[in-house]
């Protein structure tokens, strides 16, 4: 059973340019979850998304960051013109529902390491 | 205030000792307490979760919850070099996780 799988593992991108972040959940899976991971910081929730719904976006900053789970694909969160301070570790969780209950845990990808230069 | 705090260390001790971890929580309303370990550039891996009060206990790996101080622990029994790792509570509040900072062990062959 594939775990929660994130590409790219590692990405650069220029002051000013896109980056896009893939993630298709662990099989059987329908909630998603994004959480970035700054230096020397815990991990941040971003943002819930549900296929072609985003729940909870309460994390996510308000320009240049959006975030999709379309009917078909992984979901994607996407970055416009990137700063150096979006310079981090984005991690994809993935979960069976969304309720908090003994065994519904949350499962994490390995991340995405995005870096601006 | 932040709603998970935990002592970034780093902590280093000598294989077989005891690895303590501590985290406190602010809000209440969580019931459900995550422990995830962390190798440098990989994803969080679950290690142990617990609902409300109480021990549970999963080979040298033990988790306790105490609600009346708002208080979790992890402890890792014969520590070994492999669980060098950095070590992240977390509390569930239904769908969204909040971690604490992360607390970097290095177990010393």
């Known amino acids: 059973n594939a775990g929660v799988m994130q590409n790219p593992r590692h990405l650069v991108r220029r002051r000013g340019q896109e980056a896009r972040l893939r993630c298709s959940p662990m099989?059987?899976?329908?909630?998603v979850y994004w959480y970035r991971q700054l230096p020397e910081e815990g991990l941040k929730f971003m943002v819930y998304?549900?296929?072609?719904?985003?729940?909870?976006e309460s994390g996510m900053p308000k320009e240049r960051f959006s975030a999709e789970f379309p009917k078909e694909g992984p979901s994607i969160l996407r970055i416009q013109q990137v700063v150096r301070g979006d310079s981090a570790a984005y991690f994809c969780?993935?979960?069976?529902?969304?309720?908090?209950?003994?065994?519904?845990?949350?499962?994490f990808g390995e991340g995405s390491w995005l870096t601006v230069v | 205030q932040k709603e998970v705090e935990q002592d970034p260390g780093p902590l280093s001790v000598p294989e077989g000792a005891i690895v303590s971890l501590n985290c406190t929580y602010s809000?209440?309303?969580?019931?459900?307490f995550m422990w995830y370990r962390q190798y440098s550039r990989k994803g969080p891996e679950l290690l142990m979760y617990?609902?409300?009060?109480g021990n549970k206990e999963d080979g040298r790996f033990t988790a306790q919850v105490d609600k009346s101080s708002k208080y979790i622990s992890l402890f890792i029994r014969d520590s070994q070099p492999s669980d060098s790792a950095t070590y992240l509570c977390?509390?569930?509040?239904?769908?969204?996780?909040?971690f604490g900072a992360g607390t970097t062990v290095t177990v010393r062959a």
């Open positions: 998304l549900q296929k072609e719904n985003i729940i909870d």
């Open positions: 617990t609902y409300s009060s």
């Open positions: 809000n209440s309303a969580f019931q459900y």
């Open positions: 099989k059987g899976h329908s909630h």
């Open positions: 969780a993935s979960s069976l529902t969304d309720r908090a209950y003994s065994g519904n845990t949350i499962y």
């Open positions: 977390a509390s569930l509040g239904n769908y969204k996780l909040s």
